[in-house]
C-alpha cells in the first residue's frame, strides 16, 4: 500500500480504509491499528500519511470491474444526474483530507473545497488535462455479454456480501477483460419487488458468463433481502 507512494516520490498521502462485515478489514479496532502502522511506517520514509476509515459494508459506486468502474469516475466528474453519490462523497472526503494534510485550506474545510472544485467542473478540465497528456481520453468499452439476476422475493435489501460480489466479477472476467465485472442495481436499505435486478453481470464471453451466473446460483446470500 505504501511502497508505491514511497517509490513515486510522494510527500503526502490520504489512505482509504473501508469497514465493514464482509471488507477486508472487519471492525474500527482492527482499523485503528492498521491505520496506527502505516502512518508509522509513513513517517520513517518521510511521507506525511493520514488514514480514513470508510464505510465498507457495499460497494463504492454501481460499477465492479474496471470499465464498469471509470464509468461511476466519469459520471461523478462530468456531474451526471445519475452519478453514484456515495462515490461522489467518498471522493470529496479523500480529496478535501489530501488538502487538509497538505496545507493548502484549513482542517475541516477540506471536503467543501473538494466538492466545489468537482461542481463547477475544474476536477473534469484537470482530469481531461491529464488525460490529455498521457496519450488522450479513451471511452471506456462495454461488454458484449450481459446478464441481469433477479430478487427471488420482494422486500428491503439488508445485506450485501463484497467478497462475494468481488469474486462473482471475478469469474465473469474481471479485471482481465477491463468490460467485464458487474453492475449493482441496488443498494443497502432499498426496497425492491420479487423479478427486479438485483445486479448485472458484464462479460466478454459466454463461458466466462457462465462461470459467474453458476456461482451465482450456488451462493444466494450475495444480495440478502429481508421481507
Known amino acids: 500500500m505504501l511502497s508505491k507512494k514511497i517509490a ?13 462485515p ?7 479496532e ?29 460497494p463504492v ?6 470499465a464498469l468502474e471509470a464509468r461511476d469516475v466519469l459520471a461523478v466528474l462530468q456531474n451526471r444526474p445519475d452519478a453514484p453519490d456515495d462515490l ?3 471522493a470529496c472526503a479523500l480529496a478535501g483530507a489530501a488538502l487538509e494534510l497538505g496545507g493548502v485550506v484549513a482542517a475541516g474545510a477540506g471536503f467543501g473545497v473538494a466538492a466545489d472544485t468537482l461542481a463547477d467542473g475544474r476536477a473534469w478540465t484537470k482530469f481531461q488535462r491529464i488525460c490529455d497528456a498521457q496519450g488522450g481520453l479513451r471511452v471506456p468499452p462495454a461488454a458484449a455479454l450481459r446478464r441481469p439476476l433477479a430478487a427471488p422475493r420482494s422486500g428491503r435489501v439488508v445485506h450485501i456480501n463484497n ?9 465473469a472476467g474481471a479485471p482481465d477483460a477491463r468490460a467485464a465485472g458487474l453492475m449493482m442495481d441496488v443498494r443497502l436499505g432499498q426496497e425492491i419487488a420479487a423479478g427486479e435486478p438485483l445486479l448485472t453481470v458484464h462479460a466478454q464471453t459466454p463461458g466466462e458468463l457462465a462461470y459467474a451466473l453458476d456461482y451465482a446460483a450456488a451462493n444466494l446470500d450475495i444480495v440478502e433481502i429481508e421481507a
Open 8 to 20: 513515486a516520490g510522494s510527500t503526502h498521502v490520504v489512505l482509504d480504509i473501508p469497514v465493514g
Open 22 to 28: 464482509t471488507a477486508k478489514v472487519r471492525n474500527e
Open 30 to 58: 482492527a482499523a485503528r491499528a492498521l491505520s496506527e502502522r502505516l502512518i508509522e511506517t509513513a513517517a520513517r520514509f518521510g511521507l506525511s500519511a493520514v488514514c480514513l476509515q470508510s464505510d465498507g459494508s457495499q
Open 61 to 66: 459506486g454501481r460499477g465492479v470491474g474496471p
Open 88 to 90: 461522489r462523497r467518498r
Open 163 to 171: 467478497r462475494k460480489v468481488a469474486r462473482l466479477a471475478k469469474l
